[in-house]
């Protein structure tokens, strides 16, 4: 894998270049602020997706719920009818 090193003021004057050549080249850049490295622009690996949650994750973990929770709004009334 290709790395360069860039400054922010390049990155930002030429940021559509450099989003192509991580695309089409596969090159990660190292944008730095006055020599210290404060950004890194590199492509997504098929590894990096994110991840779900599994079905029914949440299972239990509402301790609480009013038995009026889905009741209309007083304030929407006018709206409902």
Do not use: C, W
């Not at 390049?10 to 490295?37: E, F, W």
């Not at 239990?60 to 009026?68: I, N, P, R, S």
Request: charge should be positive.
């Amino acid at each position: 894998m290709k790395v360069q090193e860039t400054g922010i003021f390049d990155a930002k004057t030429h940021l559509s270049t450099m989003l192509s050549k991580v695309a089409k080249q596969g090159v990660t850049y190292k944008i730095t602020n006055r020599g210290k490295v404060v950004a890194e622009l590199r492509p997504i690996t098929n590894g990096q997706t994110t991840k779900r949650l599994p079905y029914g994750y949440g299972k239990g973990t509402v301790l609480h719920m009013a038995k009026d929770f889905d009741a209309p709004i007083e304030d929407f009334q006018e709206y409902m009818q």
